[in-house]
Structures are given as C-alpha cells and as structure tokens.
C-alpha cells in the first residue's frame, strides 16, 4: 500500500460498472474504503454507481487518475484485452477480476498487478451480496502486491485462496458447467413443463434436494436417474416425447450417453 | 376403502424394498398405516425393511396376501411391466409410484388402481426425509379409488396435485434435465477440479446462489455465463482447456450452442 494509504483507508479506482463493479464496490465502500472514480464506456452507468460510492464518475480512459492504490478492472472477459491497452501505466496495484482471463496480460503492462477472482454470480437486481463466504482466488505479480492484495482480499470474504492462473481457468470452467450449464437445464425443464401448464416450482424440492446430497457426498456416488440404472425403456420413451424438440433431444442424448459410459467404468 | 379397514387404519402391501419403498413405507408405518408385507426379489432386502415396519417378508409374488386396502409398487421403470404380470388379482387398490409409466399398465388388470408419484430422489443413506413438502402426483382409475389415494396422499403430504400420465410424464423428464443432468454436469465440474487438485466444495456457495436465483426469477432469466454474452474467446478458450476431455467437450459444444441460439430469438 502507498505511505499516502497507510494512514488512512486505500483508494480504489473501479473500472467497470456493471454488475460485479456494482456488488464490489458497495462492498469496498462499506468497509470504508474511499473510491476515486468509477469509469463506464456509458455515463448514465457511470453516474448511478458513482453517486452511490461518492466517486467521480468517467467515461475516458485516459481521466483515470494515477495515484490510487488500487485499479479493479471489471469488465466482461471479451473487452478486458482491449480496455488494458487503454489503461494509464499507474504505480497502484492493477487487479482483474477475471475468472477466465490470465495474469500475464496485466503483468505485461503494469509492475505491480494481480487478481481477485470472486467465484460467485452477480446480478444487479439483487440488493445486497456479502462477500464473507465467497472463495476469493488471488495471485499477484510480486510480494509486494500480492501481500497487499491479500490484505484487501481478507477484509471481505473468510475464503480467501492462492490460486494460479491455470487452476483459475478450471475453476471457471468447472463453474460454467455446474452452474450456466444448470441453469440452462432448468430452463429447458422449465419450458417443458410450461406446454403442460405446469410451473417450474414443482421441481424446488427435488432440485433442493439434489443440492442438498453433493453436499455431504460427492456428485458421482449420488448419481440418479434413468441413464445411472442402464434403464433403456425410459431412456427410449424420454426420447420419443422429445421428439418435436430436436435441440433438447441433443442435450439428453449427449449427456445421457456420458452417464452411461461414466458409470461402466 | 374397505369396510374391515374404515374402522382402523388401512392395510398396506409394499412391493419393493429399495429407496423408495424404504422412505415411503417408514413414512406411513409412522402415520399408523399397518404395512402386512414387505416384498422383495431378495430375501435380505425383505427382512431389512419388513422387520423395521414389523411386516411379513416375502420374496415370491404368489405369497401376497389378497385383501390389503392398498398395494403399492416401488420398484424400478424397466422391471414394473414383468411384475404387474406376475401379482395376483387383488381387490384392494394397486398404486405404482413412478414418474414414467402410464397408469393404463395397471387399469388393463385391477379394478381399481392408481399412481401416487413423489417428485423426490430417494437414498436409502438418508436417514428420514418428510414427505410433508414432497409434491405427490396422483391420478386413479375410478372416482373410489381416487378419493381413497388422495385421502392417503394427503396424509403424507401438504402438496397433492391430479396429474394425468402424459403430464406426469413430462414433470418426470423435466426432472431428468433439472436434477439427474444437474448432478452429472457437477460431477463434471468435481471431476475436472480434482485434476487440479481443488476440491468441489470450493463451488458451494456459486451453486447456492444458482438454486436461488431460479427461485426468484424464471431459469431463462437469469442465465449468466459466456455463452449468453456470446463470449467466443472465452468459449474458445473453454474447448481448448477441453481438448483432452472429448467427451466433456461435446456436452460444452451442445449446452453452448443450445444456449447461444435460445438467447439470439
């Protein structure tokens, strides 16, 4: 942290305004730290946070101000490349929050700079996301940063992990799978039930419930379902009603086919 | 119900000693149900939950006694057909449990008979689920037999729904995607971390958060991730992660593109 921070709580830049910009930094503020500025390509994005975090908002790259402690990029994976060629070189500590996007790409540019990844799915309609159970993966360029990263990182969440830039990319991946990709799968469950105007409420409990077991035993042991039993009738006839839905066929064949070998094994 | 009954409580037959001939039977052995007999093709499994519901094992079709109120089938999909063949002629009302098999299977040989299907996964490793919160599917062959089920049915249950064989068709195969296909995408993601030495828990809080969004919102939503960003590097990045999972890789492929062209309408 810079002399100028010490004594007080360090300043963040938040570039980003969407929807883990929004979450992180209500959260930041409310520990106390002081946010500079907020950027956002839109200035009514801008403004909105900005006023809630008492920041200056900008809509320039160039307006970011070089002497703040920390730079928090939050941008969505696919313009982050081009926004950090953008960025001033400033002496802070450049941070992405990135699950997919490796360090290398802020080390190039920036001396001290690193990550924080918060393994969760924000949303803006939702008001309020504490942080304290979240696992934070970081890493850092240097001691240096990755000491002062970790001070930050411990402030908010209990979970905080040392985590490379490869295993981070897994993380991520695992993460679409079980949780795009399930949310995904009850949406298709969802439609189904809708064209026999039936809500998608009905599964809450066994969804719950399914949660519920892979907490205390792992996915593979608790395994259901036709595919797990070898049972081909049932198979057969889910795919005969699936017959006017090509795409959803796909998905059941696929992923029943998966279960099948997995299980032979 | 029988007039020797009415005076009681009714008597049951289970036939099955599995997971959800275990829940069920213990669930109505504690609401005061008499359960007569326990049927399984396995003389230990027989004993097992014929002595914890103070019953009369048995392991042969022809042993089942002809005037129980109730007989209830929890066995599994593919072997229901050749045991509905083998069970005597009863006059009390024969009940399957499962979500796939239409009710026409049993109305061809009993009088009176109906479905009574829980939208649960059931392990006998669980030491006591309630049934109180489990939805129940119920439908009957006549106007006797379903107020009978019904009347039972809501003993177990505060949530007893009339749902004819095709619906409860479709309710089972959303199930199959919401739940089984859920499960195994996570066993996916615990699979892929562990190479990485990380452990699946590190996912928790992510999948909480997943559960509860749908809650609150339809799955359609609030779908988050890359595809629904139409995010190509990062999806690109993803299968090249994948290059040594080709089967993984083809479940991502599918999902992806399924969600790709769900978004772009």
Known sequence: MSKKASANFPEIVLIGAGNLATHLGKCLYGKGFKIAQVYSKTQNSANIL????????????????????????????????????????VKGIVIHTSGSVSMGLLSEKFEHCGVLYPIQTFNKKIKKISFKHIPLCTEASNEYSLNSILQLANTLS????????????????????????????????ADLLKKEEIDF?????????????????????????????SDLKTIEKHMELLQNEINYQEIYRVITGNILNSHQK
Do not use: M, W
Request: with cysteine.
């Open 158 to 189: 209990d979970d905080v992990r040392l985590i490379n830039s490869k295993q981070r990319q897994v993380i991520h991946l695992a993460a679409v799978f079980a949780c795009n990709f399930s949310n995904h799968l009850f949406a298709i469950a």
């Open 201 to 229: 409420s009905i599964l809450y409990p066994l969804i719950v419930q399914t949660i519920e077991k892979v907490k205390s035993n792992t996915p593979l042991e608790v395994q259901t379902g036709p595919a797990v039993r």
């Open 50 to 89: 900005a006023k809630a975090l008492k920041a200056e908002p900008i809509t320039s790259f160039t307006s970011i101000k070089k002497d703040s402690d920390y730079y928090f990029i939050c941008l969505k994976d696919d313009v982050i490349n081009e926004s950090v060629s953008k960025i001033p070189v």
